[in-house]
């Protein structure tokens, strides 16, 4: 079975993202696959942590998140996503 890798963003550096981590830790996710993103609002295509996330992500792993929200802003990016993951050829910048 692969891992959890957790990811949870926040839009201002007001924010925190104390809620999203504890379901995600709750969901199974252990803090060490954990990324969070402060401050970064959901349509920059630059999103460190959410970068490292997909980094750490190999076959059989499982991207957690709290609301698909946090993934991004448009249904462009998230089909770009999608086919990211899916290691097709993507035009969305995610």
């Not at 839009?11 to 709750?26: F, H, P, W």
């Not at 959901?42 to 490292?52: D, L």
């Amino acid at each position: 079975m692969g891992k959890l890798i957790g990811y949870a963003r926040v839009s201002t550096k007001l924010q925190d993202a104390d809620r999203q981590i504890g379901d995600l830790l709750a969901a199974g996710v252990r803090r060490d696959d954990l990324y969070t993103d402060h401050g970064v609002s959901g349509a920059r295509a630059s999103r460190p942590a959410f970068s490292r996330a997909l980094d750490a992500l190999h076959e059989g792993d499982t991207l957690v998140i709290t609301t698909l929200d946090r993934l991004g802003r448009s249904t462009v990016n998230m089909l770009g996503l999608s086919e990211e993951l899916r290691g097709e050829e993507s035009t969305c910048g995610c």
